[in-house]
């Protein structure tokens, strides 16, 4: 990573004069460690409540790739995080980092490319919170640089364009949004400071020699906090432990022999082969059926929105402790979705039936680079997101709205009913009342 | 039928003064036999062609049940029809007669209504249009009143409020559509003839002894056809033969031992009982399967969209000569719906295993009387419409718009395309073009 | 037999000579109350085991109706444990009791029959174990009369003819089968005693002036106990809690003003109606959708291979706790079958659009009285079979087999998935495998 | 070509002696033309009869690859046809010919290997009859050597192990099978003539001098005929035309600038990529739909076994005139599965927004090499079977059984409703008939 060791070099002298910090890229080293939320139960309610023991500072944010116009956005996010919150540091991914750095006045981070199959090194180790701009691609894609880590932060993702299943905020609320998730949990002491937004003088920007790895307090900060009740929301999404090996058991999935953990799915397919391919499916280690089809899916209720939707599973609610067994195109009239418990381990072998021919294996949209031949494996198992103590780990942390546009308190359930309705177009009724416009029926 | 028998006696007399003859119901078996039309392919295209020998005088109108607002629509359109077309007489179900009669200024024509299972009498040999206002529903009904007989009169069908999945027009062009049906086929001679719509007088009712009779000629009428290529369009629905036998081969579905046409499908189905009924297949004569469902459905492509669609049936275009069998809810996971060709005899017997339990049997969402028992056998056919002389005969032929809503040429596939977008919402896109106010989301 | 005239013998003090004694049906209210066994968690497995406190004594059984053969086997089944068992007493439903107590030598018990959407007063206070002799009809209709106990007592289910999906036993294994079941939880103690089955003399009557309600101990009784490893196992089938409320909220599900449990499901369905019905769907108290179907499904995992099987709802692994939202046959292309979560409040409201309409309402396959109409409402919610300290409470308890056939231990996933395979044919493989005498392949 | 360019100068030399003839590999080129049956119809039946003008000569046999045992199964066949039939000329792929020419006491013929996207020239002038030995896959590969040809020789199929869909003829009934296609249309006059294969003499090889393009005559023939009812059936499966234009219009399919024509499907699809794909579908020149999936099947009715039917398509007799439309994991909840006339032109586009991406194109599991990019089209139509003068041409050919294997006269619907249940085990039904060694519920 030629870029990042070049900035390492400039932060090797050190140089802190306010101008050569605004155009360096940082290495996340550099950051101090990172602040770990809890997430606390809300009485008779599903949805869990944000409490950060101190504000968040290191801010990692992606975005979508290819797409111009977010550029832009994505300068007027930092810029406002930077100089309306007190110690932000900016975490962008390498490609955003070079893209922009000489265009803000403000230093950015970032971190070496992962190698194939892995994720950067140090980035769980550093980011307090992740921010996304762009779809449910590049919330995966977020989710992934976080694939080997037991606690991802939380997630808040703004949709650039058309609003996604995994996300819900519009990028124009940012600035509420933000502050909603920055101030969650800070104690009702805050409440009546008055805070930048509110139009008196930004927040003065810690001093050069603060040191960095001194945790903000709330009470430091010049703003004023939600109201006890507007913690924000948090939809803890269970993933997959996936794992990936050998005819000689060596893992493949991961560079670091670890488990990879996926939000939406595991594929395993045929890929650019045009012919059927036949995968033995064992659940809690008894042998259940011998796939013949495209492929196969393995699903958390999160993923049942997405390629396992469209290969006819159920939708299922991500609260539902669950996996889903979809087939993709079987040649088989009788196999039929299956919901398994989430700590059910679940495996799909490739026999030797298919010999010479290999699969494509997937992990929420990337394949693993290798693909899998004859006797590799694909051993699946539920994320634990409550321990056995009642705390709430790991999962993905995704902010979701507590109001609606206009302030109205939303329940727990609006946000899944709402889009079920809104993006999926459940249970669309039939009937003419858009037929407006359609030639033949005009 | 008191009041028919009534205005039988009234007419008797034959009492034609005016007034009288405004008042009276009067039976059908005083009308002139019905008019033939023929239905003629056109160059490469798909829908037929209307052609009359000569102008349509028995029209009959069916109008949706239970629903205020259609009486006035069923004034003005059959007042329209009586001022501004010669010899137009008009028949309504006796329901609908003993409505009106006294609100008109024209004698309408009735009959008596049929008993259980039957069609009512003479009824298919007076009619040369049927006109429906109302939903798909009411033209099933209105086609219901020909389910015994071979060739039914052409179809147009007026939309009261939304539109449905077997009529495409909307109440307010009754003017423009009666008169395309009206002229289909007149030859291009009358093209320069004014007509009455444009303004002119009104035609003259035709002389009291003018011998109800003899044919009205298109150079009779005062009037201008739609010009040569302006016949109106056909869309020859063919339907299915259905006969229900007992155990000892009786005919059960049909008080005239004649095969019942559906247009739709032909159901058997649990009904109010809890439990599953297990019903045999026969495929050409040849055991297929035995069904353990809620119920089975054999129907016609028109019905494709109907309530086979519901059960999980292929969309199937009313173009392809085929059968559809769509088992509903059955107790298996391999019983995938099937498509037959229309020659094909399939039946439906409901065997030994189903002891003390009935079944429903229904022919376009109306019950036959009587059920179906252990040992009795549904057995349907396609209807041939296509003679092997060339001919189209027999099926529903019903009248598309062969212009959209501002003067365009449609393309024959366009109705067929329209509907399954606008009407069946068919793969209706994911995302939130309409989401802005859907709470959870907004 | 001498056993149990011994205990006959103490209630000799009642007037209940020997004779008159075998030929009475007495009434449950006379049995000692019953003895609730508890469900323990096993290391690494899913199942449950049963531990009874002391023997249990009131043995429900039921069958299955209209099939002449299981009397017999009733009266062999009943004879057995009375003979082999000390202190057993048999419940049976009036009609079995009517059928049966001429024919064998100790007195049958029997309640009164429950008033619609009733159940059997005491039968949940008395019973401490029901057996069924029949399919997973009986099963269902045995666990009816425990719904509107929070507590179902243990269910060990005999196939008689064919295995269904919820009961697992074959009838010829009843003895091994219940003697696991009764000596569940003893400790290891009583594992050398030697057992009447063995072959030696029957243990000892149980003393004359024993009081019925005092309970046995399990040191009382000469057997041996299958081996500490070897308790039954328990898999704690949770239920539905349904409600039905008028349109005045007034219930209308229970004669009792309760919630009624169901196994399975709770159905709505248009019953002998031919026409769609439109149902209003709540979930979490928020709107989701107006169903146009034939009717809709609230299942259990349970149920999932049931009805909502057949509606094409997707399989649910009975342990994943969740509720299933299944259309049936909707006129919609995009009403995908869901998977709640199963602490959501789910309703289906009758609305306004239905005039005039009603729907049937059926539990587990029975309909209840009544019938809905427009303004009535189903609530649903699932059942929690673990409370908050990680007692196992509630649920149908179904005993389900620790062995397969030739003594080999089975794991806790081999039940379904067999089931799955065995009794789904689930993912039936193409081929000709069998086709040797299929007609035209032959 | 070298092995067949050399055999070309052999064969220039024309080494007419026994020995060399044996040895060489002789292009299709020296063969006489090709005989052409023709199909007529039998009353009351659906199955269409072969009758050839004279006694067919030029049988290519093709297998599936890479699997040995086959080979000496063809050696079998081949051998059985020349030594018992006059004037058989067998052709084979160059594969086939040259792994086994040297085995065999006559010459065999051969083409040479077509270009991508190609067929072998001359071969469908040439051939008179098809005969595969393998499975639906060695069927499909024999029906794409022809996929430029109008008229496809009739194919008669061996199953070498499990029976196909396509075909269900037994190896081990060859004899019996060609000689019933080999004396299909022979007139009656023959039936008295002895046939070889009952025991006397086998026909004299044709005298060398014999002009290889002199037709034999059933005269000629010793042998009898089957009887005149005794012709072989035939399913005349029909075809889809395809042409797939690049952006420019060019046509990609062909390298002979021709329809390609399908026996099961054309499928556009993503191949490796793991995203979903952009495809505008139109049907009959109007715009239907965008199709957000995996991908998109064109396929025939006798394709609607194959991908069709694993992506949720309905199952279609090959005998319904119709097109099907199937959608592979489309990405929404309505777009199901459509079945159009034969007649209607459909095509797929590939759109802007699928920028850079390619999607693969097969035909019939080959992919067409080249890919499909931005701006493609494939466009299909079905191929007509009948002529407006009541003729039989194109489509496949298929030789279907006319009895059972112990003689019985079969119904024309056995071979397909036999198909539907044996093979893919059609509506099989729950229950535990064959539970019997499966673990959990032994
Ligand atoms: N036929 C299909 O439905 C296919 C689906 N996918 C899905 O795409 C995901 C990868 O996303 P991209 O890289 O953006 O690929 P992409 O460009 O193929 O788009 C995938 C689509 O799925 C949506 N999506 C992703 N996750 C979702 C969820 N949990 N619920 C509802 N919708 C969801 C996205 O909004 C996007 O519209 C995979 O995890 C897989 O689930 C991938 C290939 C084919
Ligand atoms: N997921 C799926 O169902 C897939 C299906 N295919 C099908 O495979 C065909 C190519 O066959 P192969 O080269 O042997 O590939 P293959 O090795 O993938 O096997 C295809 C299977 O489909 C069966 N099959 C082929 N045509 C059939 C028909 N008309 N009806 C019923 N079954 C049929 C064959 O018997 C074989 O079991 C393609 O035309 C396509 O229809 C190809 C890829 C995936
Ligand atoms: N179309 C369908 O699939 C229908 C299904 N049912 C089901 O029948 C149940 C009532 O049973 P019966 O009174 O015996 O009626 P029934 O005589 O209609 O038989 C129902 C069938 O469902 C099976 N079954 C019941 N519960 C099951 C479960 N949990 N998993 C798998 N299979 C199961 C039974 O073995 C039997 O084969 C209802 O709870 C409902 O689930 C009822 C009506 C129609
Ligand atoms: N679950 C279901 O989908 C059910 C469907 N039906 C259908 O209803 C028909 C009877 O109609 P109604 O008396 O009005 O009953 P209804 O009041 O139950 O309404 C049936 C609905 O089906 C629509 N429909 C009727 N024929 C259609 C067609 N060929 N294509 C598309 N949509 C069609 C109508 O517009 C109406 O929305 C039956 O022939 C049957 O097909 C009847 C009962 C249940």
Partial sequence: MKRVSACSRCFASRPFSSTARRRVIRPITDLPDRIKPSFLERPDATLLSLHWPSPPRNILITKKKRTPGITNSLIEYTSHLTSNYPGINIILEPESASEI?????????????????????????????????????????????????????????????????????????????????????????????????????????????????????????????????????????????????????????????????????????????????????????????????????????????????????SIVHPLVPSLLLTPICPRSLSFRPLVLPANTPISLRLGEKNRGREVDVSIDGRRISGGMGVGMEVRVLGEHVKTPTGDWVGGVPSIVRGTDGIGMELKDEDHWVGGLNALLKYNYPFGDQDSGDSGGRA
């Fill in 101 to 313: 750095h000489e265009a803000v006045p403000f230093p950015v981070y970032t971190y070496e490319t992962a190698p194939p199959n892995g994720t950067p090194a140090y980035l769980s180790d550093k980011t307090d919170l992740v921010c996304t701009l762009g779809g449910d691609g590049t919330i995966l894609r977020a989710s992934s640089l976080f694939s080997h880590a037991t606690a991802v932060p939380p997630v808040l993702s703004f949709a650039m364009g058309t609003i996604g299943f995994l996300g819900e905020w519009k990028f124009r609320e940012y600035k509420r949004a933000f502050r909603e998730v920055y101030m969650s949990g800070a104690s009702d002491a805050y409440a009546k400071l008055e805070f930048p937004e509110t139009g008196t003088s930004p927040s003065p920007p810690l001093a050069i020699d603060d040191p960095l790895d001194k945790p903000l307090s709330y009470a430091d900060i010049r703003g004023k906090a939600m109201g006890p009740n507007r913690t924000a929301r948090v939809l803890l999404r269970n993933r997959l432990k996936v794992g990936v090996f050998g005819p000689d058991g060596t893992r493949i999935n991961s560079s670091v022999d670890q488990d990879t953990y996926a939000l939406n799915e595991v594929i395993v397919h045929r890929g650019a082969s045009p012919h059927l391919k036949i995968v033995d499916v064992f659940v809690g280690g008894r042998f259940l059926t011998e796939g013949v089809a495209d492929g196969m899916i393995i699903s958390s209720p999160t993923g049942s929105t997405a390629y396992s939707l469209s290969s006819g599973g």
